[in-house]
């Protein structure tokens, strides 16, 4: 089983940047797509983005685009999301999930492998 550990969350002011980490273990990584989800108290799950197993496709949720960037470091098991410009309605406990192919790179529901997430805070 793939296991996936998030770091690199905190406190922060609105316009400051942070980058999260997400360890994978395992010795398939290279070919797993990954994504970071985020979610607020009493709120839905929400994409954020995603990366192909290869790091050359990404995608973002339009909330997010042009602020955030997710890289991946395929010899380390390792997936990023440098994020900047950080607003207050970024606030959320942030997870990263991987799966093989999950039927959609957009939905929480189709990737089997999540870790126990990283909290960010952004303060106005």
């Known amino acids: 089983q793939v296991q996936l550990v998030e770091s690199g969350g905190g406190l922060v002011q609105a316009g400051d940047s942070l980058k999260l980490s997400c360890v994978a273990s395992?010795?398939?990584?290279?070919?797993?797509?990954m994504a970071w989800f985020r979610q607020a108290p009493g709120k839905e799950r929400e994409f954020v983005a995603s990366?192909?197993?290869?790091?050359?496709?990404?995608d973002y949720a339009d909330s997010v685009a042009g602020r955030f960037t997710i890289s991946r470091d395929n010899a380390k098991n390792t997936v990023y999301l440098q994020m900047n410009s950080l607003k207050p309605e970024d606030t959320g406990l942030y997870s990263c999930?991987?799966?093989?192919?999950?039927?959609?790179?957009?939905?929480?529901?189709?990737?089997?492998?999540w870790g126990p997430g990283t909290q960010v805070n952004v303060s106005s």
């Open positions: 395992g010795s398939t990584f290279s070919r797993f797509y």
């Open positions: 990366s192909s197993w290869t790091g050359v496709n990404a």
């Open positions: 999930a991987a799966d093989i192919n999950p039927r959609s790179r957009y939905g929480s529901r189709w990737y089997n492998y």
